[in-house]
């Protein structure tokens, strides 16, 4: 059964929990060698790389100020299309 995201109840979650602007933690599994593509859609914020025990994936962890709930949806969505990528 393939889950499947509910972007509306995530950005109220979102809207209800944060008083925007606020400094997000996004963090993504990557296959390794993608994690450039991932830090591109954050550029100029500190990025945090972490090798898995095996060396196939990356751990990949931004905190970056975001402006509202929408602009952390925008992330998620551009993330979304990077081959491998796992949204934490």
């Known amino acids: 059964m393939k889950n499947t995201f509910n972007r509306e109840a995530f950005k109220e979650k979102l809207d209800a ?7 997000y933690m996004f963090k993504f599994i990557v296959p390794k ?5 991932v830090a591109k859609l954050l550029p100029n914020n500190k990025i945090e790389l972490k090798e898995s ?36």
């Not at 944060?18 to 400094?23: A, Q, V």
């Not at 060698?33 to 593509?37: A, I, L, M, N």
């Open 17 to 23: 929990q944060t008083s925007f602007p606020s400094l």
């Open 33 to 37: 060698g993608r994690e450039q593509e």
């Open 53 to 88: 025990s095996k060396g196939t994936y990356v751990s990949v962890t931004i905190k970056a100020m975001m402006s509202s709930s929408e602009s952390i949806m925008e992330i998620y969505e551009s993330a979304s299309k990077i081959e491998g990528v796992i949204a934490l």
